[in-house]
């Protein structure tokens, strides 16, 4: 850990949201392999850019293979990769922009943490639970990730050998089996709207 390091102040959230007239926030989309939450994250971000709402997608294409490419799917790595996904996001949403980061995010505590950076710097953090019976997903499985999982041919896949934490509380409860993408969209943009963040 650093030591040597000194924080340097520049201008405020507030200053910064009045300037570019926006506000920032992270959309924390969590579920299962082949939920949806990918697809919505597009879906969402260009709802918001066609609305000339900055916003930008952080998911497993740019985070996995850039700034986490050094990271595994053990348990310890996938806790190392939502923590940096967490302070990045923050920084996005510090930046007044939305975040929209969607990752299997498998444990609450990790989640609790994301949500936690945020607060302690008043941020808003909105967690989208993208939910989906296990069956649908398995049957979705774009990946073919689930056949391989029951073949054993992947270990630790989240649902099959890993656990996932569904949230307890979510801002945001998303049925992918009752929704279309749009629609799914949509909710997120009207919530954003309901609560003042847009």
């Not at 293979?65 to 053990?74: E, V, Y």
């Not at 967690?127 to 999982?149: H, N, S």
Request: charged letters at 30%; glycine letters at 4%.
């Amino acid at each position: 850990m650093a030591t040597n390091i000194t924080w340097h102040p520049n201008l405020t959230y507030q200053e910064r949201s009045e300037l570019i007239n926006q506000k920032g926030a992270t959309i924390w989309l969590t579920g299962l392999s082949a939920s949806g939450k990918s697809t919505i994250a597009c879906a969402l971000e260009q709802l918001l850019l066609k609305e000339k709402v900055t916003a930008y997608r952080l998911d497993g294409d740019n985070i996995r293979f850039g700034l986490n490419k050094d990271l595994g799917f053990s348990e310890k790595d996938r806790v190392e990769n939502i923590r940096r996904i967490a302070e990045v996001s923050k920084l996005f949403a510090d930046s007044c922009s939305i975040a929209v980061t969607s990752f299997i995010s498998p444990y609450r505590e990790d989640r609790d943490k994301a949500r936690e950076l945020h607060l302690n710097s008043n941020l808003k953090f909105i967690e989208v639970f993208v939910d989906v019976p296990l069956e649908v997903a398995e049957k979705r499985d774009p990946k073919g990730l689930y056949k391989k999982a029951r073949e054993g041919v992947i270990k630790d896949f989240t649902g099959i050998s890993a656990p996932y934490e569904a949230p307890i509380k979510p801002e945001i409860h998303i049925r992918t089996d009752l929704l279309s993408v749009e629609e799914s969209a949509l909710q997120i943009y009207n919530y954003l709207k309901e609560h003042n963040v847009l």
